[in-house]
């Protein structure tokens, strides 16, 4: 059962709003679009293992895609853990083409692509890592204690794994996509420890419910004001900007295109760059337009909830379906 979905990231979806609301000029896009290209490889690598855990029976393991969690005072992320009542999987996800060689003398993987070589920190003391963080997580929460294990798991198909001829026990816990449910299955039928059914319904609940998203500014990242950004509603057909309102509706002077709910998309981005919190002048200021009555009754028409009175109302924005 997938107890926690997996959904695009947070960064992700902050980085496509900024290309969007910048001009195409900015001399931050070439940097912005290379960490995104990155992130996304990240994400299409973790959903490609979609496929192949839906082989395994969703009564007994109980998937968490994307989570994070808060151990002391620092948080550590889990691209995918598998709760079982035997035990706790932790699976690290690497979408990376090439020939890829563990180097167990320094800690490094060593990727090797089109004649180049290029290091990177190694997943194995990654994981390893993240599983002594989660096993501080589950006695700080009053968990009962279980094995907990993990595989670093190669998603690009065509990718060659190597290692030294006495790392020869990497392939116990390095494999590729393909081979992860026998894998899985496998590991489950040499192991015995066995919780309740009422302590695993705990630690299900408990995990899902600490799991904290990332999110932090990406203007602040990259060090861009306010007044750097493109304001106005964008029009999905042409991409033009700014619609008008006009009659209750929105109207695009490049294609002629109307739609009723395009602000829905701008409070989508002012709330991914700018701020949780938005006032009525502030909503005018970035949907372009002049009239307060027309804003109040956009947020109206959104349910969206507030505090304050009058001049000094402040609107809660979540993320609207668009």
């Known amino acids: 059962m997938i ?56 009564k007994q393991y109980f998937i968490f895609h ?111 996509r393909e081979a992860l449910p026998s894998r899985i299955i496998q590991f489950e039928n040499s192991l015995h420890t066995c919780i309740s059914e009422k302590e695993l319904k705990k630690a299900i609940r408990i995990i899902k419910k600490q799991h904290t998203e990332l999110d932090t500014s990406i203007m602040d990242k990259y060090n861009i004001r306010k007044d750097e950004l493109i304001k106005g509603v964008l029009c999905k057909n042409c991409l033009h900007l700014p619609m008008e309102r006009q009659h209750g509706t929105w109207f695009c002077l490049g294609c002629l295109e109307k739609c009723s709910h395009a602000h829905k998309a701008a409070l989508n981005d002012y709330r991914l760059l700018i701020s949780k919190n938005i006032t009525n002048s502030q909503l005018r200021d970035f949907l372009e337009i002049k009239s307060a009555a027309t804003a109040t009754r956009i947020l109206h028409s959104m349910n969206i909830p507030y505090s304050g009175m009058n001049k000094g109302r402040v609107y809660q924005l979540d993320f609207f379906d668009e």
């Open 66 to 176: 994307d989570l994070r969690l808060k151990e002391d005072s620092r948080f550590f992320q889990i691209d995918i853990l598998i709760v079982t009542k035997s035990y706790l999987l932790i699976i690290e996800v690497k979408n990376i083409a090439g020939t890829i060689h563990f180097d167990p003398l320094f800690n490094q993987l060593i990727r090797i692509k089109e004649g180049k070589e290029i290091a990177f920190p190694d997943p194995l003391l990654q994981v390893k890592r993240h599983e002594l963080q989660l096993k501080k997580w589950l006695r700080k929460n009053g968990l009962s204690e279980m094995p907990i294990h993990s595989f670093v798991v190669i998603s690009h198909p065509q990718t060659v794994i190597r290692t030294t001829p006495e790392n020869s026990l990497l392939s116990q816990k390095v494999m590729h």
């Open 3 to 58: 107890v926690k979905p997996r959904k695009i990231p947070l960064s992700i979806r902050k980085l496509e709003a900024l290309i969007r609301r910048l001009p195409p000029y900015h001399p931050k896009i070439p940097l912005i679009s290379e960490e995104l290209n990155k992130k996304m490889a990240g994400y299409k690598g973790e959903s490609s293992l979609d496929f192949y855990l839906g082989f395994l029976d969703p």
